[in-house]
């Protein structure tokens, strides 16, 4: 059975953003807003099909559909519309976003459920793998 990601997301932990920022071109103030930010994601998912919306300070708010296997663009932090496709990895248990005409610095994304309530995304580029945890939002956090 496939994971369940729907939910409003706040990251929680951070592990190794500042080397995969850096070798995604992301530095000075930009480069520490954007590992002292905790931004928020938020998903929506029908079996095969999501939206994802994330909020930070260094890219603003960006919106994605898409249904797992097939390619969709998206900006990315630059401002340059990429392309990505989407799969399932380890046994329909992760959720893998990667980059198809990216400079080899732009990270593959692996989304895992730890429970019902974290959620750990993992950033995986030019050899440097960064993880970052986020907590699911109840009515009383929002």
């Not at 928020?40 to 079996?47: C, D, L, P, T, Y």
């Not at 296997?69 to 248990?93: A, F, L």
């Not at 730890?114 to 959620?119: N, S, T, W």
Request: net charge neutral; proline share 4%; no cysteine.
């Amino acid at each position: 059975m496939k994971p369940n990601f729907a939910g409003l997301w706040q990251a929680e932990t951070s592990e190794n953003l500042e080397r995969i920022y850096k070798n995604m071109g992301i530095i000075g103030d930009a480069l520490e807003i954007a590992i002292n930010e905790s931004p928020k994601i938020e998903i929506r998912q029908s079996g095969e099909y999501f939206y994802i919306k994330t909020e930070s300070k260094v890219v603003g708010k960006v919106e994605v559909s898409f249904k797992v296997g097939e390619i969709y663009e998206v900006p990315d932090h630059r401002w340059r519309n990429m392309k990505h496709k989407t799969s399932w990895v380890g046994g329909g248990k992760k959720l893998q976003i990667r980059p198809l005409n990216g400079s080899g610095s732009d990270p593959i994304h692996v989304y895992e459920m730890i429970g019902d309530d974290k959620l750990v995304m993992y950033l995986h580029a030019l050899g440097e793998t960064a993880k970052q945890t986020f907590v699911k939002q109840t009515d009383k956090d929002k």
